[in-house]
């Protein structure tokens, strides 16, 4: 739901801007209109300061930082260069240099090894190892063969400097582990910094009057704090009128939803905030994301493991605001695997020992020729775009009057009632020929809507001609809109086939069943086949339910979602 809000404009003098705007934040629940990016370089370096303390938190959370990758480069180069060196073995660089022959250093294959007329040069075998052979020339220059370059130092030189470096990582690793305590202090360092940028750009963003003498603010809060904010501000120094905030004044977008809704905002904000006169999508997002997330998993025991680590993510500070959604993901994937029949990759419609009762609530079958979980996903997919039909009415409605919206009403009788009557019509709850008669009725009248009365203020003939290209884009769009919900079913049948096929795999590895390696290998491959096509299937429910909500859904409801974000200035 989006909140109301009230306009609010201040006119004071401009020397008291400074302590007026402290006064107010002390009320948070102000958003002064201003700039969302910095407006010169004070504002700049307010935010660069940000930035600054933020990365620190995050590299002391992930307990490195561009030192510690420095050492682990050197580390990994150190590690490179004992592999190379290791078939050389011990030598002394100064002794070879004092020979007074050049040492070439090679490495060839056996075959082209065997090849060379080995007699003809001064040639010692270092090492062989994979096929190869490491050697040594002294002094020819005509070697058939490119050398290598000359190792810079022995064995036992770079093992130390390994050791070094491992000794160096470890201590370095535990400083950043300690600073971990100023975690909090930082926190609050960027909190409070982040309150002075927002201050500062309130306070530039006010516009001078009367010669610079006065400063007008403007600023937007929720009407429910109507009556406790016009005391506080009686008892500010400046004059303040109020009005009720409109579509034109663009006030900023607070959300107030109940805690399971509330999960989802996040999702909204990905998409963008409502407009002040438009439709709050989260309801419709939490119900519709849950259900096409839990089609596209279709597991039960993947369910159960999501819902093990939402658990689990409630202990993570990172990651905690996570956790409920985790959750309740995970609970809606298990009650909807359940219907689906899959536990883990197994068909448990097929065992012997679930109970009837629960069968009974299993989708199995087929309907009309097709997998009934086909037709169902295409049925949820027609709801769900009827429903933001109905939403894109009600609102056009609301916005435009009725004889506004008479166009977007031609639309929805047409298609909403022609699937209400549908339905009565198949399930043989109306007699056929009062079928024929609506049906009648009711595109007549979207007719009327759609080419005479779309524009009830142009003229009729170009209403019909944006009636008929409506009308070919509507037809040719809502057909792909439909099929789009296929993906819920096929996601779904992807991920429970791919568990079963792992879960076959496995099941070769037992052999006779009698206990030995043949077990280990069973549980090697259930427990990362599992956590392969979790993956996969997280990913895929993440991506595909996200599509259906902001393309279908969203184009369907006639969703634009350019609104701003409430950011009220506090302590």
């Not at 809000?5 to 958003?31: E, N, Q, W």
């Not at 040069?121 to 052979?133: M, P, Q, T, W």
């Not at 370095?172 to 909090?184: G, H, M, V």
């Amino acid at each position: 739901m989006i909140v109301k809000m009230t306009r609010y404009d201040f006119i004071l003098p401009s020397a008291v801007k400074d302590d007026f705007l402290d006064r107010l934040s002390s009320l948070g629940v102000v958003d002064i209109t201003r700039s969302s990016k910095p407006v010169d370089e004070r504002s700049r370096e307010l935010l660069s300061e940000i930035g600054k303390v933020k990365s620190a938190i995050r590299t002391i959370e992930s307990g490195t930082d561009d030192h510690y990758a420095a050492l682990a480069s050197e580390g990994e180069k150190l590690r490179k260069e004992l592999e190379a060196a290791t078939h050389w073995g011990e030598f002394d660089p100064e002794r070879l240099s004092a020979l007074g022959v050049p040492v070439h250093f090679y490495c060839l294959p056996e075959k082209k090894f065997a090849a060379i007329p080995q007699d003809d040069y001064a040639l010692e075998v270092i090492d062989r190892s994979h096929g190869k052979v490491w050697f040594v020339v002294l002094g020819a220059s005509d070697f058939p063969a490119s050398p290598l370059p000359a190792p810079e130092r022995p064995v036992s030189a770079i093992e130390k400097a390994i050791a070094e470096n491992d000794e160096e990582c470890a201590a370095y690793a535990k400083t950043l582990d300690e600073k971990r305590s100023q975690i909090p202090s930082l926190e609050e360092k960027a909190s409070r910094l982040e309150s002075e940028l927002n201050m500062y750009l309130a306070s530039v963003a006010g516009e001078a009057a009367a010669d610079s003498a006065l400063t007008v603010f403007e600023g937007f809060a929720p009407s429910s704090d109507k009556e406790r904010l016009e005391k506080a501000f009686d008892e500010l120094d400046c004059v303040w009128l109020s009005a009720e905030a409109t579509l034109e004044d663009n006030p900023p977008i607070k959300l107030k939803n109940n805690w399971f809704v509330r999960m989802f905002e996040p999702l909204t904000d990905m998409y963008g905030r409502p407009d002040y006169n438009e439709f709050d999508p989260t309801p419709y997002i939490s119900v519709f994301f849950l259900l096409f997330f839990a089609m596209c998993m279709g597991d039960a025991g993947y369910g159960l493991l999501l819902f093990i680590g939402g658990l689990l993510l409630r202990k993570v500070e990172s990651f905690k605001s996570l956790a409920p959604l985790v959750t309740t993901l995970g609970v809606g994937t298990f009650v909807v695997g359940i219907v689906m029949h899959t536990f883990f990759g197994v068909d448990i419609a097929a065992l012997s020992w679930i109970p009837s009762w629960l069968k009974s609530i299993m989708i199995t079958g087929t309907i009309a020729g097709f997998e009934a979980q086909m037709v169902l996903s295409l049925v949820i997919g027609v709801v769900h775009l009827c429903l933001a039909m109905v939403v894109k009415t009600v609102y056009a409605t609301r916005n435009r009057g009725f004889l506004g919206s008479l166009g977007v009403w031609g639309w929805t009788l047409l298609i909403v009632g022609g699937v209400v009557v549908g339905t009565l019509a198949i399930f043989k709850l109306l007699p056929p020929e009062v079928v024929k008669w609506i049906i009648i009725v009711l595109g007549a009248v979207s007719a009327l809507g759609i080419f005479l009365f779309n524009d009830i203020k142009r003229n009729p003939l170009k209403n019909i001609g944006s009636g008929l290209w409506e009308t070919y884009n509507t037809v040719t769009g809502l057909l792909g809109d439909v099929l789009s919900y296929l993906r819920l079913y096929a996601l779904g049948l992807a991920g429970g086939m791919l568990g079963k096929a792992f879960n076959d795999i496995a099941a070769m590895t037992l052999g006779d069943g009698s206990f030995g390696i043949g077990w280990l290998a069973f549980a090697v491959i259930l427990v990362i086949g599992h956590a392969l096509n979790l993956a996969m299937c997280c990913l895929g429910a993440f991506v595909h339910p996200l599509r259906l909500n902001f393309l279908e859904f969203f184009k369907n409801s006639g969703y634009d979602g350019k609104g701003r974000t409430y950011q009220p200035i506090k302590k």
